[in-house]
Structure formats: C-alpha cells, structure tokens
C-alpha cells in the first residue's frame, strides 16, 4: 500500500465544512484512496473511497487531484458526531487486502 | 450496522496465562480479520482468514495464533500472554462482492494483561 500523510489535528466550527487533506505521492495505478473514521474508542467506519474520479455519498465528498497524488475529504456540514480520527488509506481492491492505518487526524468539531 | 459481536469485550488477565478472543459474524462474509490498536499507533493488523481454515500472518502476528473453523467464527489466542499484548483488539469482516469492498469493523476488546 502507498505510503499517505496527514496532519495530525484540525479543528472545524460547527455547521462549517471540514477539509481533511491526504497525500499519497507515491500512489499506484491500481490503488484506491479510501477515507474511515473512529469515533473515540468505537471500531473504525467506513466512509467514501474513490479511484480517479470524484465521489459523493450520503456522509462525505472525496476530491482526488488529476495525478491522484493527494485527495480531501470534505463533511459539508459539520457536526459535533463528527469528532473522530479520520484515516486516509491507500489500497489495491483484491482479495483479503489489508487495510494499513496511518495516525490519521484528530478533527475535532468545535460549538 | 453489520452483525459483528466480539466477546469478551473487557478482559484482564496474568502473564503467562492462555486467552482467546472470539469475533462472530452473521453476515456470511468470507474474509475476517484481527487488528490490534495501541496508544500512538493506527490499527496493525495481526492475523486475517481468507475462507474457512484458511489463515494468514497479518504485521504483527507473533505470539499470536487463530483459528477459524466456522465462517462465522474467527478466535484469536494468546498462547502466554505479555504484558506487551495489552491492547485494544478489533475484528473486521468483509465481502469482496460488496460494491464499496469496505471492512465492517466489531466493537474491540479491551486486554489487559498484568
């Protein structure tokens, strides 16, 4: 799985958009960039994942750059749900794939 | 939510003492996996099934072993447990049918061994 970086904490107002960053430099063609998030000691949820194009679904928007290097994942309206660790994962779609978590980021959703 | 159930879901047990974990699933889903999270560090996963008796060494498998006799079961056993293995332990299941390809995740047991 590529290597993805992202900052470590983000603080968000409630009812604003959260813009989480991912970089994935080293991403392979056949790599999808998938988004989790935990909620404080819960087991991680899946969010959004995409290849190439850009995503949407009832809980996210995925934003992935034309050379795929990096992505956002963007929660329109921000609630105070929302505080988690949120992971960007790089992996291929095969098999029994192993999910490689990073530290991800701490969004916190402030009132 | 997916049906996931993990039991115990707090356990505090000796050194050296066996345990095993137990990750039951009612989705019929035919990959099953064991992750570890300790404090500071993303989930590393452990060990993962890929059907019914067939198992595979995740990151971090040593001093661990599975078994997975049913599609439904997926136990995980410390032999003799260290301290080391104190941790939060979190099974995964997943479809490779499902249009997403997404891991389901339980709801984690928390060990402590002393």
């Known amino acids: 799985d590529a290597k993805t970086t992202q900052p470590p904490s983000m603080d968000c107002a409630e009812g604003r958009a959260a813009n989480l960053p991912c970089n994935h430099s080293?991403?392979?063609?056949?790599?999808?960039v998938y988004w989790y998030r935990q909620i404080h000691s819960q087991g991680p949820q899946y969010i959004i994942h995409?290849?190439?194009n850009n995503e949407t679904n009832e809980m996210a928007s995925l934003i992935i750059t034309e050379d795929r290097k990096s992505s956002t994942l963007i929660l329109p309206h921000a609630t105070l749900r929302d505080t988690a660790v949120y992971y960007c994962?790089?992996?291929?779609?095969?098999?029994?794939?192993?999910?490689?978590f990073g530290k991800g980021t701490k969004l916190s959703v402030i009132p | 939510d997916a049906g996931i159930t993990q039991s115990p879901r707090h356990k505090v047990t000796e050194t050296g003492t066996p345990v095993t974990l137990r990750c039951h699933q009612t989705?019929?889903?035919?990959?099953m996996y064991w992750y570890r999270q300790d404090p500071g560090h993303g989930l590393r996963l452990i060990h993962y099934?890929?059907?019914?008796?067939?198992?595979d060494k995740g990151e971090v498998s040593d001093g661990y072993s599975v078994s997975r006799s049913k599609t439904e079961d997926f136990l995980l056993t410390l032999e003799s447990a260290t301290s080391s293995q104190t941790s939060v332990y979190f099974c995964?299941?997943?479809?490779?049918?499902?249009?997403?390809?997404?891991?389901?995740f339980g709801p984690g047991t928390r060990l402590t061994v002393t």
């Open positions: 994962i790089a992996t291929i779609r095969a098999g029994s794939y192993q999910l490689t």
């Open positions: 989705e019929n889903h035919r990959y």
């Open positions: 995409g290849l190439k």
């Open positions: 995964a299941i997943s479809d490779p049918t499902a249009e997403t390809y997404e891991q389901y």
């Open positions: 099934s890929y059907g019914v008796k067939d198992t």
């Open positions: 080293t991403i392979s063609g056949n790599e999808y």
